[in-house]
């Protein structure tokens, strides 16, 4: 099994999981597709995208549970990162873990998944 991440607020989770789903955020949206990292890619998205903010988790997606497309599509780096063409749904999560800040105002990762 292949686990993909998503960094979200943990207001734009607890949304999502009063809807059933995750649509997106505005970025996504604009780009057609909800952004995901791999455990390779997870830490630098973090502080690319979401230096310094707090209150945010992370979700851990196995990407064989997605019914939308998921395309594997070259990106920052050159690296391929996964793409989901369609909603999340919050019973494809299988697991969230806070995401909090450590001294150097860097994101501390709990133990991530292949």
Request: a negative charge; aromatic letters at 10%; glycine letters at 6%.
């Given at each position: 099994m292949t686990t993909i991440y998503r960094i979200l607020t943990a207001a734009?989770?607890?949304?999502?999981?009063?809807?059933g789903r995750f649509t997106g955020s505005a970025h996504d949206i604009r780009d057609g597709f909800i952004h995901f990292s791999t455990s390779a890619q997870v830490a630098e998205t973090a502080?690319?995208?979401?230096a310094g903010l707090p209150a945010l988790v992370l979700l851990y997606v196995r990407a064989e549970s997605l019914a939308a497309p998921l395309?594997?599509?070259r990106s920052r780096n050159d690296d391929l990162f996964p793409?989901?063409?369609g909603?999340?749904?919050?019973?494809?999560?299988?697991?969230?873990?806070?995401?909090?800040?450590?001294?150097?105002?860097?994101?501390?990762?709990?133990?991530?998944?292949?």
């Amino acid at each position: 099994m292949t686990t993909i991440y998503r960094i979200l607020t943990a207001a734009d989770w607890a949304a999502a999981q009063a809807a059933g789903r995750f649509t997106g955020s505005a970025h996504d949206i604009r780009d057609g597709f909800i952004h995901f990292s791999t455990s390779a890619q997870v830490a630098e998205t973090a502080a690319k995208h979401y230096a310094g903010l707090p209150a945010l988790v992370l979700l851990y997606v196995r990407a064989e549970s997605l019914a939308a497309p998921l395309k594997w599509e070259r990106s920052r780096n050159d690296d391929l990162f996964p793409h989901l063409y369609g909603d999340l749904p919050v019973a494809a999560v299988h697991r969230v873990e806070n995401l909090p800040l450590g001294p150097d105002g860097r994101h501390v990762f709990p133990d991530l998944e292949p």
